[in-house]
């Protein structure tokens, strides 16, 4: 069920890319699993599965991490 909400999500920000067409802001790229855990102590509580999406800077841009904020 993992790689179908994957796949689920991919679509998505592959519309969002295709809608979106701006290239002065963030690029969507492919989601990436973390991986899943299932919350509480029986079979019966949800199964939570983590994704990340990461950003690519717009071209001519570029990302940078500020140190002390």
Request: glycine content about 10%; hydrophobic content about 40%; aromatic content about 8%.
């Given at each position: 069920?993992?790689?179908?909400?994957?796949?689920?999500?991919?679509?998505?920000?592959?519309v969002?890319r295709?809608l979106?067409?701006n290239?002065?802001?963030?690029?969507?790229?492919p989601?990436?699993g973390?991986?899943?855990?299932?919350?509480?102590?029986s079979?019966?509580e949800?199964?939570?599965?983590?994704?990340?999406?990461?950003?690519?800077?717009?071209?001519?841009?570029?990302?940078?991490?500020?140190?002390?904020?």
């Amino acid at each position: 069920i993992c790689t179908v909400v994957e796949e689920l999500v991919n679509d998505l920000l592959c519309v969002c890319r295709t809608l979106s067409g701006n290239d002065f802001v963030p690029q969507l790229q492919p989601a990436v699993g973390l991986g899943g855990f299932q919350e509480g102590q029986s079979a019966d509580e949800d199964f939570v599965y983590c994704l990340i999406v990461p950003l690519k800077p717009p071209p001519g841009h570029s990302f940078h991490l500020e140190l002390g904020t």
